[in-house]
C-alpha cells in the first residue's frame, strides 16, 4: 500500500494550536474506523496517543484530540508546550490485517 | 508493568539471515496479534509482518513475502522474525508491536539491523 499523506513539518508558538492531516483513501482511512496516532522523540519508540477518534490512553493529555472526515484523519494539539516537539505519525487498518502509515509530521515548538 | 524487549538485531552482509526475538512481559501474551514494524534511517514507519495470537495465520509486506517469517512461542512469551535473503534496503530499527483491536498499541523499544553491501 501506498504510506499516507502528512504535511512534512508543522510549527506553532507555545500556547497556540496546531492540526496535522492524514490522508489516505477509501481501502484505509474512509474505509475503516481504526486511524492512531503517534508520537516519536529522536530515538525512542513511538508512543500511542490518540486512537478510534479521541480515546487517549492513561496519561496522555486532553490536549491531544483528533477527527476524521472521509480520507482525511486530523490530529490536534491545543496550548502546545515544548514537550510537544517531536515527529507525529498517523496509522490505519488498511484491510487484510495490514497496517498503513503516514510519512511522519515534524512538529516545532517555537 | 506492559513491556516489549526487541533483540538480535546486528549488522550482516547482503545475503545473510537474521533472526529477531521479542520478550513481552505483563501482558497475556497469548492472547494477543502481535506484529513486527520498521523504520530506515531518518525515514518513516513501515509495516511488516503480523501473526494471529495462535500463531496460526500471518500477513506479509510485499517487500519481505518469501524472505522474512514471523513466528511466537507463547509458552515462552516471545514473538520471532527470521529474515532471510537480507538487502541493504532491510537496513531499519525493527519494532515489535502489540495490537489492540487493528491499533498498534504497545511498541518495543526497537533494535537496529544494518544490512552492509
Known amino acids: 500500500q501506498s504510506a499516507l499523506t502528512q504535511p512534512r513539518s508543522v510549527s506553532g508558538s507555545p500556547g497556540q494550536s496546531v492540526t496535522i492531516s492524514c490522508t489516505g483513501t477509501?481501502?484505509?482511512?474512509?474505509?475503516?474506523?481504526?486511524v492512531s496516532w503517534y508520537q516519536q522523540h529522536p530515538g525512542k519508540a513511538p508512543k500511542l496517543m490518540i486512537y478510534d477518534v479521541t480515546k487517549r490512553p492513561s496519561g496522555v493529555p486532553d490536549r491531544f484530540s483528533d477527527s476524521k472526515s472521509g480520507n482525511t484523519a486530523s490530529l490536534t494539539i491545543s496550548g502546545l508546550q515544548a514537550e510537544d516537539e517531536a515527529d507525529y505519525y498517523c496509522c490505519s487498518y488498511a484491510g487484510s490485517y495490514t497496517w498503513v502509515f503516514g510519512g511522519g509530521t515534524k512538529l516545532t515548538v517555537l | 508493568e506492559v513491556q516489549l524487549v526487541e533483540s538480535g538485531g546486528g549488522l550482516v552482509q547482503v545475503g545473510g539471515s537474521l533472526r529477531l526475538s521479542c520478550a513481552a512481559s505483563g501482558f497475556t501474551f497469548s492472547d494477543y496479534w502481535m506484529h513486527w514494524v520498521r523504520q530506515p534511517p531518518g525515514k518513516g514507519l513501515l509495516w511488516v509482518a503480523r501473526?494471529?495470537?495462535?500463531?496460526?495465520?500471518?500477513s506479509y509486506a510485499d517487500s519481505v513475502k518469501g524472505r522474512f517469517t514471523i513466528s511466537r512461542d507463547n509458552a515462552k512469551n516471545t514473538l520471532y522474525l527470521q529474515m532471510n535473503s537480507l538487502r541493504t534496503e532491510d537496513t531499519a530499527v525493527y519494532y515489535c508491536?502489540?495490537?489492540?483491536?487493528?491499533?498498534?498499541?504497545?511498541w518495543g523499544q526497537g533494535t537496529m539491523v544494518t544490512v552492509s553491501p
Open positions: 477509501s481501502s484505509d482511512v474512509g474505509g475503516y474506523n481504526y
Open positions: 508491536v502489540r495490537d489492540d483491536r487493528y491499533i498498534p498499541s504497545v
Open positions: 501473526l494471529t495470537s495462535d500463531g496460526s495465520s500471518t
